[in-house]
């Protein structure tokens, strides 16, 4: 491996490396090397020539935030962001939860059946009325029951329409 160090008074000194040994001391492909110096992480002076204490301390950097989960500044916001939601949602999971086990909150599948059920009943209660009063009361007039009957039904299926 090659690396040229240029001293230069009251500054830091300039160490350069070609393309193919800083494939080498990074262990990357060719290829990975260009996408570093496309994101500007291989920070690149000339022909196969390339700065190599900021290149690797932009590389440092990079696997560092992606060992921590940051991905790049855009992930990293993005990730903070998803992990927020992913807290909220999940304290929201665990309140319902906690709701249900106190009984302050029913599944509207249960909510449902019940009251269906319940006004079926009523419905089949209110359409007997014109039997138990031809039973009860044999006096009364057939055509009062059904007129009764008509009305109870009219009703019914005006309440059955919304209206």
Known sequence: MKILSELALGEEPLHTVGGKDLCALFDISP????????????????????????????????????????????????????????AKEQADAQAIKNAKLRGELVEASDVERTWGDALRQLRARILAVPSRMRSDLPDIDPQTIDAIDRALRSILTEVGNGN
């Open 31 to 86: 290829a990975a090397l260009t996408d570093l110096k496309k994101r500007g992480l291989a920070v690149h002076l000339s022909h196969d020539c390339y700065d190599l204490t900021a290149t690797t301390r932009a590389y440092v950097q990079h696997l560092r935030s992606m060992a921590a989960g940051w991905g790049t500044g855009d992930q990293a916001v993005t990730l903070t962001n998803e992990r927020a939601r992913l």
